[in-house]
Each structure stands twice: as structure tokens, then as C-alpha cells.
């Protein structure tokens, strides 16, 4: 295998380690050895992908976005945009968004750390809840004094907020209620999309 290959293949395998346990502990618990055990790497060869632990929770963040984008959309091209707001909704605010590890949403685990003065990170952060935004835009119309960017960021924010509120408050009966909470306002207040 060439040489650039290698490094290509270790440093996705770092990526994903990375991701796979920031959406689980959130950036501050998780150590670089964590993640190069994870990744089957000995702590010494980071260095060689990254500047600091800072660019590669920011890489993490993104490709556990990337992930995340991709499960919460899987199968809902050609439909109508209630039903594709619909199932973001219903996949989003589930009990099995908040119980599983792979493939979830890392904001509602790192949101709270995340140092605005960390640029790599915070950037990473951004844009990553943006691109959310840009798929649920589509999904809206304009209302008066309510742009259809508006509502996509506010439901954003609550898919955001009510998952961070579940997980924190796992295995009590209020985080199924926070969840069937929010789907329920999000689907009346926008079931007109």
C-alpha cells in the first residue's frame, strides 16, 4: 500500500474514532489516547495528522455531522415536504436517537464545552448545526414576520435542546416526555410545511 494511502486510511480511522466517542462523552472527556486506542494507534503518531486536540475534535465534530446528516435524511428524497419534515422530526426526537452511539447527533454531548475562542472547534460547531438548517429550510414556507430560515433554525434548536435534555435525564420517564414533547409541538406548529 503507497505511503499516502496509509496515512490517508490512519487518519480517517482517527476521525472516526474521534467522533464515535465525542457523540457518546462530548470533546472535554475524551482524551487524545482515547481516541488513538480507538483508532488501534499508539498516542505518539497524532502528531503527525494533527496540530492539537482542538483540530481534530473539530474534524470529529464534522464528520460526525456528516454521519448524523446522512442517517436523519436516509430515504426521504421524493417525498413531500411534510413527510420529510415529518420523519427528521420523528428520527431526530426518538428514543433510539437518544439511546444509540453510532450515527447520532454530537452537539447535544459537546454543545455546553464548546469555547467560543476555540475557532477550530466553534467553526466546526456552526457550521455543522448550519448545514442541519440548510436541509430543514427546504422543508418550510416563509411567514409573515417568520422566514422559512427562521423556522428551520428554531426547529434546529429544539431538536438540539430536547435531545440534550433526554440524554442528560436518560433512564427517568421525563426524558420520553421531553421527547414526545417536543416532536408534538414541532409537528402541530409546523404541519402546515
Same mark, same amino acid.
Given at each position: 500500500? #503507497?505511503?499516502?494511502? !496509509?496515512? /490517508?486510511?490512519?487518519?480517517?480511522?482517527?476521525? !472516526?474514532a474521534a467522533a464515535d466517542l465525542i457523540r457518546i462523552h462530548g470533546i472535554a472527556s475524551v482524551s487524545v489516547a482515547q481516541v488513538m486506542q480507538g483508532a488501534? $494507534?499508539? %498516542?505518539?503518531?497524532?502528531? /503527525?495528522?494533527?496540530?492539537?486536540?482542538?483540530?481534530?475534535?473539530?474534524?470529529?465534530?464534522? =464528520?460526525?455531522?456528516?454521519?448524523?446528516?446522512?442517517?436523519?435524511?436516509?430515504?426521504?428524497?421524493?417525498?413531500?415536504?411534510?413527510? !420529510?419534515?415529518?420523519?427528521?422530526?420523528?428520527?431526530?426526537?426518538? =428514543?433510539?436517537?437518544?439511546?444509540? %452511539?453510532? !450515527?447520532?447527533? #454530537?452537539? #447535544?454531548?459537546?454543545?455546553?464545552?464548546?469555547?467560543?475562542?476555540?475557532?477550530?472547534?466553534?467553526?466546526?460547531?456552526? &457550521?455543522?448545526?448550519?448545514?442541519? %438548517?440548510?436541509?430543514?429550510?427546504?422543508?418550510?414556507?416563509?411567514?409573515?414576520? $417568520?422566514?422559512?430560515?427562521?423556522?428551520?433554525?428554531?426547529?434546529?434548536?429544539?431538536?438540539?435542546?430536547?435531545?440534550?435534555?433526554?440524554?442528560?435525564?436518560?433512564?427517568? #420517564?421525563?426524558?420520553?416526555?421531553? $421527547?414526545?414533547?417536543?416532536?408534538?409541538?414541532?409537528?402541530?406548529?409546523?404541519? &402546515?410545511?
Amino acid at each position: 500500500m #503507497p505511503r499516502a494511502t !496509509q496515512k /490517508a486510511e490512519t487518519h480517517e480511522a482517527i476521525v !472516526q474514532a474521534a467522533a464515535d466517542l465525542i457523540r457518546i462523552h462530548g470533546i472535554a472527556s475524551v482524551s487524545v489516547a482515547q481516541v488513538m486506542q480507538g483508532a488501534g $494507534l499508539t %498516542v505518539g503518531g497524532f502528531y /503527525a495528522h494533527f496540530a492539537s486536540k482542538s483540530h481534530l475534535a473539530a474534524a470529529a465534530l464534522r =464528520r460526525a455531522f456528516a454521519d448524523n446528516m446522512n442517517a436523519l435524511f436516509v430515504g426521504t428524497e421524493g417525498a413531500s415536504r411534510g413527510k !420529510q419534515l415529518d420523519q427528521a422530526v420523528r428520527r431526530y426526537l426518538s =428514543r433510539e436517537h437518544r439511546d444509540m %452511539v453510532e !450515527q447520532t447527533c #454530537p452537539v #447535544p454531548a459537546c454543545v455546553s464545552e464548546v469555547d467560543p475562542a476555540d475557532t477550530p472547534v466553534r467553526d466546526a460547531l456552526v &457550521d455543522g448545526v448550519d448545514e442541519l %438548517v440548510k436541509r430543514l429550510t427546504p422543508l418550510f414556507d416563509n411567514r409573515p414576520g $417568520l422566514t422559512a430560515r427562521q423556522r428551520a433554525l428554531g426547529t434546529a434548536a429544539t431538536f438540539i435542546g430536547a435531545m440534550a435534555l433526554a440524554r442528560a435525564s436518560r433512564g427517568t #420517564p421525563w426524558s420520553d416526555e421531553v $421527547l414526545l414533547a417536543a416532536r408534538k409541538m414541532l409537528m402541530h406548529i409546523e404541519g &402546515d410545511a
